[in-house]
């Protein structure tokens, strides 16, 4: 079946303006993840929706970020007035259900390039 | 608190073997690994549960020493395609959320 999906694969965008990066998870993957890869960086944890719970949005690193999923389903995460510092590969994953004995199958990536 | 992942960087001929860890200084109740290739989605390989539980690839061996909060993954005669940046994620509970360390690149030479 299909896998995780994510729009746009690429975007630059000037520094100040806001972007929205999209994430399509996997048919009935109840747990998405976002995460971002800096160059030569693991994967920083940025921000894990279960279902109804409240999202866990403990790895945002400023209030300029934020993200919702909409009917249980697609997700967007949203960077506000973009930073230089925000460049980078923000991943998102899915996984059947939420836990740390899941495995989680990632998107292609959005590589991000503030200018 | 991020893993500490060692060696840095593994270069090898087809065939040889490699063994690649994955170490904290907190108590875990999971360690995934996944593998990355230049450009692409990183790909599951492995999760390994406090208590013994395993779940993975049949032809990915691994391995958590509880008393060590170390995990090892074990690369036996290795191929072309196993090139690639390894990654852990770690978590210290059933709900909380994965931190990743920051890769190993492994490299398989013809």
């Known amino acids: 079946g299909a896998g995780v999906s994510q729009s746009p694969s690429n975007k630059v965008t000037e520094k100040g303006k806001d972007v929205e990066l999209r994430c399509d998870p996997i048919s009935g993957h109840t747990a998405l993840y976002w995460y971002r890869q800096s160059l030569g960086q693991g994967l920083e944890f940025l921000i894990y929706f279960q279902g109804n719970s409240a999202p866990d949005k403990s790895g945002l690193p400023s209030d300029r970020f934020s993200a919702e999923r909409t009917g249980g389903s697609v997700s967007t995460l949203t960077i506000q007035r973009t930073q230089q510092e925000d460049s980078a590969v923000y991943l998102c994953a899915s996984s059947l259900v939420g836990g740390a004995g899941i495995e989680q199958y990632f998107g292609p990536g959005t590589r991000l390039t503030v200018t | 608190q991020q893993p500490v992942q060692s060696p840095q960087a593994v270069i090898l001929r087809e065939g040889e073997d490699a063994v690649i860890n994955c170490s904290s200084s907190?108590?875990?109740?999971?360690v995934h690994w996944y593998r990355q290739k230049h450009g692409e989605a990183p790909v599951f390989l492995m999760i390994?549960?406090?208590?013994?539980e395993q779940k993975g690839h049949e032809k990915i061996s691994a391995s958590f020493n509880e008393k060590k909060q170390q995990s090892s993954l074990y690369l036996t005669a290795s191929q072309l395609s196993y090139s690639g940046t390894y990654f852990c994620g770690t978590s210290r509970g059933a709900n909380s959320k994965l931190t990743f360390g920051k890769g190993i690149t492994l490299s398989v030479r013809p």
């Open positions: 390994l549960l406090k208590g013994g």
């Open positions: 907190k108590a875990l109740y999971s």
